[in-house]
């Protein structure tokens, strides 16, 4: 008995060892989360889904909802907050992005109907709208100097107004011939958010793995010691202007394919506001310096089911912009936090 007895200690060990490192594990791969910047904004997402899909099963779990909540809502702002995002890192912004969005379309449509421009090569021609606009904005901003604020608002005004004239302010048909191409672009139920989640994985990595996202980061958290460590940031602005530009006339093509008609009021302003939310809420900050793809992309799916299950419920939309706007101060506030934390050299 007594050689049981000293033996029993042993027996435990291994399985009280093993509970240990287990528990280990766990509390290490909690706080890998944790201080990650996506972390906040995935959770609530999450949240959100499951409240919003346990509370109204019936009208929010079903495949149409999920077209609208992916494809119509969240995919949109989240093509156009990789652009913000880039934006946002290196110190600027485009608050035209959405009139791009607005003019595109009506491009292609002008090109394709008036001068016989071949379906797709119009709309190519559409998405280099979005080229041609942000490097307007990138030379007004970078090489003349204006606050790109001020740049984007003007730009706004003018590519707004442009759409307005072509379409004599009423809404277009989609060209015949491009109706093809548009099945695989924005048409079909499911091909918006397949475009998000391919652009959101192929700029994560250009953010944090190529020299690119490095010299971005760069140019956003200290300009002088870039511009000393020979960074070209007058061109990282220029690209990054125009890869919103393209996101912008991207997000208008597609829209135009998937409703099947060309609105010179859609865009504007409310999906430039959505993308700066969801970079915002993500993880990304306005102080610029730091930024995350990824967050981005959960913030669109957290606003979108916000919007989404709203509706579902039956409750009235007026709150949307409270909640939104107590949203971005929250995550603000949350930024400039850690910020504060990490050039203390503390660990987040």
């Given amino acids: 008995m007594s050689q049981v007895t000293e033996q029993s200690p042993s027996l435990l060990g291994p399985s009280g060892g093993t509970g240990s490192r287990a528990l280990g594990l766990v509390r290490s791969g ?3 989360f944790v201080r990650q910047r996506e972390a906040t904004v995935f959770v609530v997402m999450i949240g959100l889904l499951l409240y919003f899909g346990i509370a109204y099963n019936s009208g929010f779990v079903s495949q149409v909802n999920a ?3 992916l494809s119509e809502n969240a995919a949109p702002i989240a093509i156009i907050a990789i652009g913000e995002v880039l934006l946002l890192i290196c110190g600027e912004i485009d608050l035209s992005v959405g009139f791009t969005f607005t003019l595109a379309p009506f491009v292609m449509l002008y090109l394709n109907i008036y001068y016989h421009v071949p379906a797709l090569l119009a709309i190519i021609c559409g998405l280099l709208t979005g080229l041609v606009a942000g490097w307007v904005n990138g030379f007004i901003t970078v090489t003349l100097r204006v606050p790109s604020f001020i740049t984007t608002i003007g730009t706004g005004f003018i590519m707004g107004s442009m759409a ?3 379409s004599h302010a009423e809404p277009q048909e989609i060209p015949a011939a491009t109706v093809n191409y548009g099945k695989w672009i924005g048409a079909d139920s499911w091909a918006q958010i397949i475009w998000a989640v391919a652009l959101v994985a192929i700029f994560h990595i250009v953010l944090t793995r190529t020299r690119w996202g490095l010299h971005t980061i760069a140019v956003g958290g200290n300009a002088l010691g870039a511009r000393e460590a020979g960074i070209n940031s007058g061109m990282i602005k220029y690209g990054n202007f125009m890869i919103t530009g393209v996101m912008g006339a991207l997000v208008g093509i597609q829209t135009a394919f998937y409703n099947n008609t060309i609105d010179p009021l859609a865009g504007g302003y409310q999906p430039m506001f959505y993308g700066v939310i969801a970079a915002v809420i993500g ?3 306005m102080l610029g310096g730091s930024g995350t793809i990824l967050g981005a992309f959960f913030g669109a799916i957290a606003l979108s089911t916000l919007t989404d299950g709203f509706d579902v419920a039956g409750i009235s939309a007026n709150p949307l912009g409270i ?6 101060i ?3 506030v949350v930024n400039v936090q850690l910020a504060r934390l990490r050039e203390a050299g503390r660990s987040v």
């Fill in 30 to 32: 909690l706080g890998i």
């Fill in 67 to 69: 077209v609208d909540l």
């Fill in 164 to 166: 307005l004239v072509f």
């Fill in 283 to 285: 993880g990304t900050a």
């Fill in 323 to 328: 909640i939104f706007g107590i949203a971005i």
């Fill in 330 to 332: 929250v995550a603000m």
